[in-house]
């Protein structure tokens, strides 16, 4: 619900409401709200009823990191190892990318785009990866709707850099991969955060 923004941050919810609209018993729908209320996206008053969360700065500076560690590390040791079949839906991935950017279509780039990202991790078969990177499949799908919905103009430089990093893949170059991953990543962070400041105990630490 939250993904496409029909309730934006801020929005007041009930179980009834959501019942309502979808047909369905109070009872599964007051456990996706706990649910989501685990994951950080509603949060629950005792005044107010169910609110949708906003995502704070801190928690999408911590979610680019742990995306740059993991999938850095996966394209790098993925390099080299495609099998044709994995190939082949990469490639029809990134076209359909590429078709995107020509018809300006930002809602389903957002959906090709997070795509790539978990497509690439799903081929390292790591149970333990793949398991963190579904567990925050849905902030990674908002995360990138918020860059390519404030910045349009993301959607032109998007397909490229998932391009190269593809290129470098297939080439079976993994340091390439892994450093271009870590360039896409850190210029999407750009788009929504300012620089990360040391905290103060490094900061000192840093000056003696």
């Known amino acids: 619900m939250t993904l496409a923004d029909q309730f934006p941050a801020g929005s007041f919810l009930s179980e009834r409401q959501i019942a309502a609209w979808l047909s369905m018993s109070k009872t599964p729908v007051r456990a996706a709200f ?7 996206f509603v949060m629950t008053s005792p005044q107010q009823g169910v609110v949708v969360r906003d995502l704070t700065v801190h ?8 995306r ?3 999938e850095s590390f996966v394209v ?3 390099a080299g190892r495609l099998t044709p079949d994995q190939l082949e839906r990469l490639n029809a991935n990134l076209d359909a990318q590429q078709g995107c950017v020509a018809g300006g279509d930002v809602h389903r780039s957002v959906k090709l785009d997070g795509e790539f990202h978990l497509l690439l991790c799903s081929y390292f078969h790591n149970e333990e990866i793949n ?3 579904w567990q925050t499949r849905d902030k990674i799908f908002r995360v990138i709707q918020r860059v390519h919905t404030q910045h349009p103009e993301r959607l032109a430089t998007n397909y490229p850099e998932h391009r190269a990093i593809a290129e470098a893949l ?3 170059d993994g340091e390439l991969a892994a450093r271009r991953r870590q360039e896409h990543l850190e210029h999407g962070k750009q788009f929504l955060l300012p620089p990360r400041r040391p905290t ?3 900061a000192v630490s840093q000056q003696r």
């Open 131 to 133: 398991r963190v990177m």
């Open 59 to 66: 928690e999408i500076a911590d979610h680019f990191e742990i």
């Open 34 to 40: 706990e649910g989501l209320e685990m994951e950080g």
């Open 200 to 202: 103060a105990s490094l």
């Open 68 to 70: 740059i560690a993991l």
């Open 170 to 172: 297939i080439q079976g």
């Open 76 to 78: 790098r040791n993925l």
